[in-house]
């Protein structure tokens, strides 16, 4: 056969495979599992100390989730001053509280059945109070400030700057996956760009599915796409960056591809968020190398009619995070990845008049796993002591960060969140040693 | 070895490349009809017809297309009310208030995308492409997002000064932007106050629009520089200097001393040989070559030439660009292809040079969302960082995806794509491939990848192409092999050049510029 018109698939993959194994036209994503592959253990990196096997889960509740309905003060007359027909009463009554703490009088939205089954294994940990100075009531200005951990506009994300902090320079490209329309902020660093798709299905070239009758698309594409860097093409220029990262794209692609195929373990709900960390599943269960997750819902801007909508929000996050950590039980793999649950603020201490509650500040933080030290965390922030009807922060979300990179992603002893955050935040002690 | 010479393009040497190069980068690409006539004009009539576009006509823009009153100041009663609802701490009243601000909320965002669309609509039609790519290059480099801003209006005039001065003079455009509602809202400046001076528009003032980081300012300037700027605000849709907050006491910026103002302020930074440098580097990424670490050690006596230039013309734009578009170094084989498409870019080139229906204005706004780049919504004051940035493996797939969804009309998420949205008029880009073949049907596939490319496309890629036009002219005229007229036929024509396009576009090489 002509070698320059092969037609069948598994010669263009021979011929890519080929290509790609010449210095200089290795694909990063190559590059990568080959340097896996180098050590024995899976858990030693090529970076001493770093444990390449812990994945870290960032559940984003966007809008404003309602801290004080979601772990709720029972134990407060103010609460329920400042609530009067939105209050969630205490455990034991009608529609009551899931008890987490009866000495200080805190409880759990009911219908968070999942989070209280998580909290009695001693898997699920309430960081109470989680905000920062000077809060900003906008959505964008406040979620900016929590993806990049910066109060001053950064344009990089706390997560981009932590990958690009390990990577030595040349970022997996799967180092981080977000499941979504677009890539959220937290995960741009200079060198990082998260793989980012909302469908797996969509995460690959549309020209494929054109009506078929006249040619096949695929191979041509494939043979056009997949050759890594051609000969002819000087090493280093713009050309050769684009090959080498049309390759890299075909790889992620069929890596994700194949992984979603698989039915998972367990039963997940039918809701956005059980769906977005099913798909998660099942890339930790197919032993992607990816560090880092991210899936986000919305519907947290409850400013009118709230106990409805926010009940269905509740009941959507704590079985869809019940059942993801039961998959990972499943798999085995409860033991590599932790769980981190945040919203841009929470809201105002008092009700409002339709029914609702408007922009406020701190509120509590969920973080779910095997390697969690379960119970309930920090303080909780003062029901008289407002700053302008508004709670005042006990923790700030930056510690929650710092325990993160130092405690989970990283050695302790490394301080990488001084790297990353740029300064240093307390640990917190969240985390099972 | 690469030409560095800032000497001015021969006549011999201007050719269809050339001035595709040039539309390319000087504007959005455009159709090979559109290529030949730059290629008659010559190399200094092109530059000319591109840069003084003031000859052409287009469609001139009416204060009035947008509402400039949803964000209007409330009226007196309507502040009385909120007053009112605020005192006796009604919760009707207060309700009723909060629904007015979230109806304006509402509307503004509404009117933001129409912004949106309006300007990519107008990149897309304009007769005046230059004009547009530098509005274009103005809004990254003055970057002013309305998630910040929240006034859709202010963002519409403030593109609009930036089209004002599009090629107009530096040291104005700069004196216009202290003034520009949108930026003193940005950068916190409208409630920069005597004693209380915020330093973030002073700030980026030097890091980022005029001398650049680093470049002979200290903070002590910064400081002093915020002093100057007090009192620089805005009241409803217009600029207004408040004197009551303005500091007028004497202050020292980068060592000269004085009552400075604003103005002062953009002066005495401009002054600085710095400021020249910094802008030029800048122009020379979006225009000449945006690989990493350009301009480098080589062909930053390129920069230096053009900022002479620049200093030398009192900061007038048109003649340092004049001179950058007539260079031999502009033309030379390593800056062709050199620059990745921006979003925008990518977006609205396909459709000019290929012909294809614009589609859904709304679809390819989120589309280069996507990518990395919404208009009016840049990631931070620092603008996009352009290059190799932009590319990733997932904006990868989306930028294949959007040449498909513009060649065929099918989106990503479709599952009843009405084929028929693939029949477009492609006897423009037929022709001109005929025009290139002389006939020679056999030449056709590499006729297209000269016509689509913005590089020479490699032997290997040349013979890839090749054999895949095979396949689809067999399928399509059988396989017929005994001469006559397919021969003399256009292998791709009609329903097989849209195939191939979709594949053309598919390809690395495509997105570069």
Known sequence: MDPITPFSRRIFLQQGITLASMVGTIPWFLQHSAQGMLSSDRSVSSRAGVPEDRI???VQLGGGNDGLNTVVPYGSDEYYRARPSLGILAPGKDKGALELDKKIGIGLH????????????????VVQGVGYPNPNRSHFASMDIWHTGSSKGRSEGWIGRYVDCTCAGSPQADAEIAIGRTAPLAMIGVKTKPVSFENAKLFQWMGKDLPSDMTNMSDPYDTMNRAGSLSGIEAGSQAAFLMRTALDAQLSSDRIRAAMAKTPLVAYPNTKLATQLKSVGAMIRDQMKTRVYYVSIGGFDTHSGQANSHGNSMREVGDAILAFQNDLKAQGNDGQVVTMVFSEFGRRVKQNASGGTDHGTAAPMFIVGAKVKGGVHGTHPSMTNLDNGDLKYTTDFRSVYATMLDQWLDTPSAKLSN???GQAYPNLKFLRG | MINLSMRPLGKAQWNAQCARHLLNRAGFGGTPTQVDALVAMGPEGAVDYLLNFESVSDEAISDTLFDRHIRRPLTDEERSMVQEARRSNDEDALAQVQKMRNERDGLDRKQAQEVQKWWLGRMIETGRPFEEKMTL??????????????DSFHMFQQNQLFRKYATGNFARLVGSILR???MLKYLDNDDSKKGKPNENLARELMELFVLGEGNAYTEHDIKEGARALTGYTFEDDAFRFNPAQHDGESKTILGQTGAWDGDDF??????????????CGKFYRFFVNDAPGMPNEKTKVVTTALAAELRKKQYEIKPMLKMLFRSQHF????????TIKSPVQLTVQTIRELGVPPRDLATLNAATDLM???LFMPPSVKGWECGQSWINTSTFFVRQNLAVYLITGKRPEAFDWDESLANWDTSALEAAIAARTGGDSAKDPDALLDIILAVNATPTRRAQFRAFTDSLTGAQNGSSKDGGPLTRTLKLRGKALVHALCLVTSIPEYQLC
């Open chain 1, 419 to 421: 790297k990353v955050l």
């Open chain 1, 56 to 58: 870290l889960v960032v």
């Open chain 2, 180 to 182: 520009d509602p949108a």
């Open chain 2, 266 to 279: 953009a002066r005495l930074i401009l002054s600085r040989r710095e400021s020249s440098e910094f802008l």
């Open chain 2, 372 to 374: 990395g780049q919404s």
């Open chain 2, 137 to 150: 290059f103005w809004h990254g480099h003055f970057a002013t997002g309305y998630r910040t801003v929240e």
């Open chain 2, 331 to 338: 033309y030379d084989a390593a800056n062709m292809g050199a």
């Open chain 1, 110 to 125: 009911p219908n968070l059945t999942g989070f209280k089954d998580l909290f009695d294994q001693g898997q699920l940990a």
